[in-house]
């Protein structure tokens, strides 16, 4: 169950994808007609391995080339008029609020988790050479949410290093956070997390989807992280959403369960 919302869904951002397709080696990996992401604060995105899931995510952000169709943001909800995303190179897409998360690990093995949040919130005239070890000023103006955030996720040394895969994975988490979007893809949030840590950090998207009007998509194979906290689910297979529902109606659904759950998950 999601937390009770502040923001009006009518002035959420909205993500609207027409007519999108991409192929690779004469195989087609996605192929959506229409479909608006964002109708609901929370959403989940699931479907088998190889559904097209994660190409989708990065035909949003424009880091993989669309074969043809388009992308468009709509920033202050449907009626809004539209930032072309797909027009767009990948570097512009946090400047109109649209961040995500990274499904493979990434992480900068020579900063310490402190440093690594910091570059998260330099601005980009921090980013100079002759700026680049200005981090009293920034650490002054996030100190406040860094803090927070540590303190919560139980980071006992930000002078330290991360060194597990969750670590990794949670600090990715965390600078995109740290960056106020407007629109959150997580693609595989819960992968390497523990179950606690995983329980904390669906609690902190709840919440700032609910605060901040943040319009959250999460492509996950944990689907208890789906269940608990989207409102609403898109299944993929071979590429094409083919099912849109509340998350009982999606997981209660025969093409679900044969395509991708098994008959020993439906219902539990």
Known sequence: MAA???????????????????????????DVDDLVLGNHPIEGLIGPNGAGKTTLMRLIMHSTRLDRGRVALHPDGPESPPIVLSEMPTHHMAHHGLVKTNQVIMDF???????????SVARSKDERPHRLFNEDEVYERRAEDIRAYLERFGFPDPLGYARSAGEKKLLDIIRCLLLAPRVLLLDEPAAGLPEDVRDRMMDVVKEKSASDGMSVVIVEHDLEVVWSLSEYVHFMAEGRVILQGDPEEIRQHDTVIEKYLGSEHAGS
């Open 4 to 30: 009770e919302t502040t923001v009006p869904l009518d002035t959420r951002p909205r993500i609207h994808l027409e007519k999108v397709a991409k192929s690779f080696d004469g195989r087609v990996v996605v």
């Open 109 to 119: 093995e020579k900063l310490t988790i402190l440093d690594s949040l910091l570059l």
